[in-house]
């Protein structure tokens, strides 16, 4: 008797289990969320996957909703809606300009904490509104947050290469050597729409955006840090012409010692490139072949200049240390780093730097 009990308490335990579970169709599957700070609220902005879309093609359901942090915000969307949030299915994170030079650490810690968010979720830095990133066209329709991370991952400066996401962000703010960045977004209005395009670096100092690179402030910024893949670069070469270069890859070495009680960072970068378009200047009958040494030579120059453009803005301006330069000056010379780390902003913002680009050409297409 006491067998067929303990059996029977067992079956009304797992079905009463059962019962209370919420069904994918009672929950609402997120797919993007875009997050500004309004007056003394967050707003956050969250693109929803409709289960209950009717249509061939499920339209973009956007829901938005305030509170006085991240979580309340979204709390409070799950009390306006009746459903709860999923967000294990979550592709992106946008912030607005405005909420990433407050600071977003509190944004990010929400995202850290959950137990449905993934740490490898794209972030990325809107130059506005993430709200206006989150409701744009594209190809006539509201963009979706696949979209979204579909124009970041076709980018030649695309965020898989930059480390644009939620677990890189955050060892980077936590890392006494270096800061954070992400790839930007940038909104283009005009009369009829709103488009939505991938920009450059944004550079973070810990947890508070510093400001955007352009294009070639980007390029210089990665072929110091990280690698440059199919990128163009346009190149005006006397005697020769406009010649459009396409950098197919690159490598990059940083030594950072001390010489003389001065900080010494040596950066070198190594590009193969080829060549596919240019307009000539009347030199027919002639092969780029023939002028290898001084395309390879311009490239390395036009790069070089692309390198100190960038530590000019991230260093210099923003006093960044985006590049990780800490980090390897620690792994270097842990001895020195301890006595120039008690002031590490500054001394990195006087360090001498070296720059030096070596350009390979791999294929240069037809005669001239």
């Not at 875009?34 to 009717?54: A, M, P, R």
């Not at 991952?153 to 703010?173: M, R, Y």
């Not at 163009?232 to 490598?251: L, M, N, Q, R």
Request: glycine share 6%.
């Amino acid at each position: 008797m006491k067998i067929k009990f303990a059996i029977l308490m067992m079956l009304i335990f797992f079905i009463s289990g059962c019962t209370n579970q919420r069904q994918l169709h009672d929950r609402l599957i997120v797919q993007g969320i875009g997050i500004d700070h309004e007056k003394d609220s967050y707003k956050v902005t969250v693109d929803i996957f409709d289960v209950d879309s009717s249509e061939e093609e499920m339209a973009p359901k956007i829901v938005e909703s305030e509170g006085s942090s991240v979580l309340e915000a979204l709390s409070n969307m799950n009390n306006q809606t009746g459903e709860q949030l999923l967000y294990s299915q979550n592709f992106v994170i946008l912030i607005g300009k405005e909420t990433a030079e407050r600071g977003v650490n509190e944004i990010i810690d929400f995202f850290v904490r959950h137990h449905e968010a993934r740490p490898s979720v794209s972030i990325f830095s809107v130059d506005g509104l993430a709200s206006e990133a989150m409701k744009c066209n594209v190809g006539g329709k509201t963009i979706t947050s696949q979209n979204i991370e579909d124009i970041a991952k076709a980018d030649s400066l695309n965020a898989e290469i930059i480390g644009s996401n939620v677990l890189k962000f955050v060892s980077a703010t936590q890392n006494p050597t270096s800061d954070p960045k992400t790839l930007s977004l940038k909104l283009e209005k005009s009369k009829e729409k709103t488009i939505l395009k991938s920009g450059g670096l944004a550079i973070f100092s810990k947890d508070k955006l510093s400001g955007f690179l352009d294009q070639d402030e980007t390029i210089g910024a990665l072929l110091i840090s990280s690698k440059v893949k199919d990128t163009v670069k346009v190149v005006e070469i006397p005697d020769i012409g406009k010649v459009t270069f396409s950098v197919s890859d690159s490598s990059s070495k940083i030594d950072v010692n001390v010489h003389k009680s001065m900080l010494m960072c040596d950066i070198q970068a190594n590009v193969n490139a080829d060549i596919y378009e240019f307009d000539n200047k009347g030199n027919t009958g002639k092969k780029l072949e023939d002028y290898s040494d001084i395309l390879q030579s311009n490239l390395a120059k036009n790069l070089e200049f692309s390198i100190w453009k960038a530590i000019n803005k991230v260093v210099i301006e923003y006093q960044s240390d985006a590049f990780c330069i800490g980090q390897r000056f620690f792994k270097n010379d842990p001895q020195n780093f301890k006595e120039f780390s008690k002031d590490w902003k500054e001394n990195m913002k006087k360090a001498r730097y070296f720059v030096k680009v070596s350009v390979k050409l791999q294929k240069t297409g037809k005669e001239i």
